[in-house]
């Protein structure tokens, strides 16, 4: 079955670039997303990228996908203490629609 | 625009008792998705409705819960009995249509504890 892995935290300062990685298992995966969960509040898509592109970018954040390695990255340039939360990575594959496979989630601590 | 609404945003109830958790989604968002998010971990799907149809209910462990969204719009998840592993955050999401490209929006939870 599918399966996303992620580290668990992740501690940067303040205007630095954080880099979040997520691998994944399913080499039929579709669509692969970012999300980023706050505290009591649901899940925000942030990007999301296609697994025929190798990477997006939008604003601050930069997607990289490694098909081969079956490797994502979410790059957040000039990191704020806004940028604090939980994120996600996910997959979606053609053989499951609409079912999304999660990973565990990356904490972000950003410091002063 | 209004995002999706779930009630109540806490719930703590006794082992053995029932409990209910209600979605609202978007206006004119078709689908509707159940996910409970257990501590530390990412959300995984319980339920997908399209319309009042359940499309995909693998996942839900039936003996216990069931789901309903009788007028293909609000929704229900109930427990009964739960237990104390059902402690969780419970997830509701809605999309416009199920597409391969189609987003998700999630509404804020409702935090179950099972004591």
């Known amino acids: 079955g599918e399966d996303v892995e992620q580290s668990l935290f992740l501690s940067v300062r303040e205007g630095d670039s954080s880099v979040i990685n997520c691998t994944y298992t399913?080499?039929?995966?579709?669509?692969l997303y970012w999300y980023k969960q706050e505290p009591g509040a649901g899940l925000q898509l942030l990007t999301y990228?296609?697994?025929?592109?190798d990477m997006k970018q939008d604003q601050r954040l930069t997607v990289l996908l490694n098909k081969k390695d079956k490797h994502l990255s979410l790059r957040i340039a000039d990191t704020q203490t806004g940028d604090s939360a939980i994120y996600f990575c996910a997959e979606r594959n053609t053989g499951t629609a609409s079912k999304l496979t999660f990973g565990t989630g990356t904490r972000l601590q950003v410091t002063l | 625009e209004a995002g999706v609404v779930q009630s109540p945003r806490y719930k703590i109830i006794e082992k053995k008792q029932p409990v209910a958790f209600w979605c609202n989604p978007i206006s004119g968002h078709n689908t509707l998705y159940w996910y409970r998010q257990n501590l530390g971990q990412g959300p995984e799907l319980l339920i997908r409705?399209?319309?009042?149809?359940?499309?995909?209910d693998s996942q839900l462990p039936k003996d216990r819960f069931s789901a309903e969204r009788l007028k293909g719009v609000d929704s229900t998840l109930k427990i009964q009995p739960a237990e104390l592993g059902d402690s969780a955050v419970y997830l509701c999401a809605s999309s416009l249509r199920r597409d391969w490209n189609n987003e998700q929006f999630f509404g804020p939870g409702t935090r179950l504890t099972v004591l």
């Open positions: 990228i296609f697994s025929n592109m």
């Open positions: 399913d080499s039929s995966s579709t669509y």
């Open positions: 409705y399209e319309n009042e149809e359940a499309v995909d």
